[in-house]
C-alpha cells in the first residue's frame, strides 16, 4: 500500500506478541516433554511455536547479507525486512529523539548538535518546495527529516523517512536524500526507479553545475584507474561498491575506450 509513516507502535506490539508466544509455547512445551504427559504433542507444538522464529531470522539474515554485498533486491523477504527497519527508525525518531520543528513539508528531528534548527528547516522546506514545483507533484505527506542516524544506519532515504546530517548547517547530503523522498512520495509499491535514475536525480538537486562537473571527472579517472587492474583485483573493488553491475558495465565501457586508436584531426 506504500505507507510512508506506518504505526509504528502496532507493528512493535505484534512483533512482541508474535515472540512472547512462541517463547512461552516453548517453555511450557520443554516443560511438558520433559515431564509429561503427552510429549509427541507437546514436541510438535513447541516445533510449531518456532516457526514464526524461523521465519523472522531467516529473513533478518538475508537482509543482513543483502547488505553486505550492498544489494537491495525487490523480492517479498527484503521488502519485509525493510518496511520492520522502517518501522522501527520511525519509532525510535519519533519517541527518542529530544527536539523536533515542524514546516509546511517536512518533520525535523534533531538534538543538541544542531546550532540553527530554524534556519536548517527553512532553507530544507524551501528545497522541497522547488522540486514540487519542478515536478509538479506536491508531496502527499510530510518528510521525516532526522539529524543524524538510527538503529546504526546513516544518510538515507527509506519511504517517508530521511537521515541526513547531523551538524548544521544542511547541506549537500540533506538535498540528495530529500530529492529521494520527494521521488518516494510518488513511487510504485510493484518496483523501485532504477538506480541510474534514482541516484541521477538525487544527485543533480543536491550540488551545484560545476560540484556535478568535477564529481562526474573524478569518476572518470576512477574508472580509468580501475580499468588498468588485473581482472581479480577490479572484480574485488566492483563488489564492494554499491551497485557492482552498473559499475561493471561503466568499467567495461571505459576500458573499450582506453582500447580504442586514438584519432587526430586538424
Not at 58 to 76: C, F, T, V
Request: aromatic share 8%; with cysteine.
Amino acid at each position: 500500500m506504500w505507507v510512508l509513516h506506518p504505526w509504528s507502535l502496532l507493528f512493535i506490539f505484534l512483533v512482541a506478541v508474535t515472540f512472547g508466544a512462541a517463547i512461552m509455547t516453548l517453555a511450557l512445551g520443554l516443560w511438558r516433554i520433559l515431564h509429561g504427559p503427552k510429549r509427541s504433542a507437546a514436541m510438535v507444538c513447541v516445533l510449531i511455536a518456532l516457526l514464526p522464529l524461523l521465519v523472522w531470522t531467516s529473513m533478518a539474515y538475508y537482509a543482513y547479507r543483502n547488505g553486505q554485498r550492498h544489494g537491495n533486491p525487490h523480492d517479498l523477504p527484503m521488502i519485509l525486512m525493510t518496511r520492520v527497519g522502517h518501522n522501527l527508525m520511525e519509532a525510535e525518531a519519533i519517541y527518542l529523539w529530544p527536539s523536533r520543528l515542524e514546516s509546511a513539508r517536512l518533520v525535523m528531528f534533531y538534538d543538541a548538535k544542531i546550532t540553527d534548527p530554524e534556519g536548517d528547516l527553512q532553507a530544507m522546506d524551501q528545497h522541497v518546495a522547488r522540486l514540487e514545483q519542478m515536478t509538479g507533484r506536491p508531496l502527499r505527506t510530510k518528510i521525516y527529516w532526522v539529524r543524524g542516524g538510527l538503529l546504526g544506519q546513516q544518510a538515507l532515504c527509506c519511504y517517508g523517512i530521511v537521515l541526513g546530517s547531523d551538524q548544521s548547517p544542511a547541506g549537500s547530503l540533506d538535498r540528495h536524500e530529500l530529492a529521494h523522498a520527494v521521488e518516494t512520495q510518488h513511487g510504485s509499491p510493484a518496483k523501485d526507479s532504477p538506480t541510474l535514475l534514482g541516484e541521477g536525480w538525487a544527485e543533480s538537486q543536491s550540488l551545484e553545475s560545476r560540484e556535478l562537473a568535477e564529481s562526474a571527472l573524478d569518476l572518470a579517472k576512477m574508472l580509468a584507474e580501475w580499468a588498468r587492474l588485473p581482472a581479480t583485483e577490479s572484480d574485488e573493488i566492483l563488489a564492494l561498491t554499491v551497485e557492482p553491475e552498473g559499475f561493471r558495465r561503466l568499467l567495461s565501457s571505459t576500458k573499450t575506450r582506453l582500447r580504442a586508436p586514438l584519432i587526430c584531426g586538424n
